[in-house]
C-alpha cells in the first residue's frame, strides 16, 4: 500500500487515531476525526507535547513509556482544545518505525455511554429509594 492510500484509510476512520514519538512525547500525526474530537486544526497539534495537552498524565509519568502500563481497550480522558475531558476508550501500541519509537493511539468517544449508564444508576438509585418508603 502506498502512502496516500493509507492516510486515506486512517482519515476515514471514524476513531481517533494519533501518532506520538516515544522519546519525545510530542504528536507527529492525527487524523481527522481525532481532530474533530479535539477541536483542533493540525497546524494546531502537530509537534504539541501530549502531556497536559491531549493527556491528563504529567511529564515523566507516561502510562506507557514511564510507568510500563499496557492501554489496551482502557478507559481514559482525552482532553480537547478548551480544556473539556471527554472519557474515550482508549488503546496504544508501541511500534518502531526507521529506527525511531512511535506510539500509536486510537480512542472513541464514550461520553454517551457513560451519560447512559449514570442515568441508569440514577433510576436504580430512585427505585430503592422508593421502595424503602
Do not use: W
Not at 510530542?26 to 474533530?36: G, K, L, P, T
Not at 509519568?61 to 475531558?85: F, M, W
Amino acid at each position: 500500500m502506498n502512502k496516500e492510500f493509507q492516510r486515506t484509510i486512517l482519515d476515514f476512520t471514524r476513531a481517533g487515531i494519533m501518532i506520538i514519538d516515544s522519546d519525545m512525547h510530542n504528536i507527529v500525526y492525527v487524523n481527522s476525526f481525532a481532530m474533530d474530537m479535539i477541536g483542533v486544526r493540525k497546524d494546531e497539534i502537530l509537534g504539541h507535547l501530549c502531556h497536559g495537552y491531549i493527556c491528563p498524565a504529567e511529564v515523566g509519568e507516561c502510562p506507557i513509556t514511564d510507568l510500563k502500563q499496557k492501554v489496551d481497550l482502557s478507559e481514559r480522558q482525552l482532553i480537547k482544545a478548551n480544556g473539556e475531558r471527554i472519557p474515550v476508550l482508549k488503546s496504544i501500541v508501541p511500534v518502531r518505525q526507521n529506527g525511531r519509537r512511535y506510539l500509536i493511539e486510537s480512542f472513541i468517544d464514550i461520553s454517551e455511554q457513560k451519560r447512559a449508564e449514570e442515568g441508569l444508576s440514577e433510576v436504580g438509585k430512585s427505585r430503592v429509594l422508593i421502595g424503602k418508603g
